[in-house]
């Protein structure tokens, strides 16, 4: 093994390191840590019992990762946070690990996690995600792959937000955001359209977006209640593997859930 680690730092005599990982001064590596190769640690980083690191992360200082969760119900009980490979982890950013609800908190592979983002314990974040500064997550939110939070966004817990959709800064993320839109609003969290620009950076095509436009103005716009509009876009609209994402997303209601509206002027 061939890891670089300051003098300064403070590793568990049972943490794991992998091949060429770097730790900086002053940071804490507890003793049930395992670190994948490659993965860079900046100064004053604190990686607490649990944590399961992937490799080439990069984590900047001051994140602290795999703490106990803020959670009453909490009793000590062994729990994990996984973190996938090549994920990036800015300044400040805490990450607890899980409750015995799901006994582990997940990021994927290839994130973005800007500074000073929370994400509460249970969480489960997908892959190619991107959260910007300041975003906070409560306990058991589920976000999907390609997913864009924007900064100052607070995810009230247990919302989930679909595959290639985008929230925008400084919402108050109350209600459940299906796949491939738009949605935004403090005083009002709503559905504000596709989410176009991104859809097409992601190779969507003109076919594909008009079949979910569809879909979504059946949804939204049709006035029906909302099991009366999944059996019409059953019925209507030809079967893709996006309208399956969709309505699966909306039949998977459970804890009761809300799901944004569109904006009324």
């Known amino acids: 093994m061939s890891s670089s680690i300051h003098a300064t ?4 005599s049972g943490a794991q390191l992998g091949e060429d990982v770097v730790i900086g001064p002053y940071s804490v590596i507890e003793d049930d ?3 994948g190769d490659r993965t860079v640690i ?6 607490a019992d649990g944590a399961r690191i992937g490799s080439e992360c990069r984590i900047s200082s001051g994140a602290v990762l795999s703490t106990a969760p803020q959670d009453l119900k909490f009793e000590g009980e062994k729990t994990y946070l996984y973190v996938g490979d090549r994920t990036v982890i800015r300044e400040c950013v805490t990450l607890n690990r899980g409750t015995k609800a799901s006994g582990k908190t997940v ?3 290839d994130n973005l996690i800007m500074a000073y983002v929370h994400a509460g314990h249970d969480c ?3 892959n190619h995600v991107v959260i910007a500064n300041s975003v906070q997550f409560g306990g058991h939110c589920e976000v999907g792959d390609y997913v864009v939070v924007g ?3 607070g995810v009230h817990q247990f919302v989930r937000i679909g595959r290639y959709a985008m929230v925008g800064g400084i919402s108050r993320a109350a209600l459940d955001v299906p796949p491939f839109v738009m949605a935004g609003g403090h005083a009002s969290f709503r559905y504000e359209g ?6 097409k950076r992601r190779g969507f095509t003109t076919e594909q977006l008009a079949t979910i436009r569809d879909v979504y103005r059946v949804i939204f716009q049709s006035g029906l209640l909302l099991n009366n509009a999944l059996d019409t876009v ?3 609209i030809p079967n893709t593997p996006e309208v399956e994402e969709i309505l699966a997303f909306f039949e998977s209601n459970t804890h009761g859930r809300k799901f944004i509206k569109p904006f009324k002027s």
């Open 33 to 35: 840590v395992i670190i």
């Open 124 to 126: 489960v974040i997908g």
């Open 151 to 153: 900064g100052l966004a």
């Open 42 to 47: 900046g100064p004053h980083a604190h990686i």
């Open 9 to 12: 730092a403070v590793i568990g």
């Open 194 to 199: 596709l989410n176009v620009i991104g859809l």
């Open 234 to 236: 059953r019925r209507d």
């Open 107 to 109: 990021v994927g592979s």
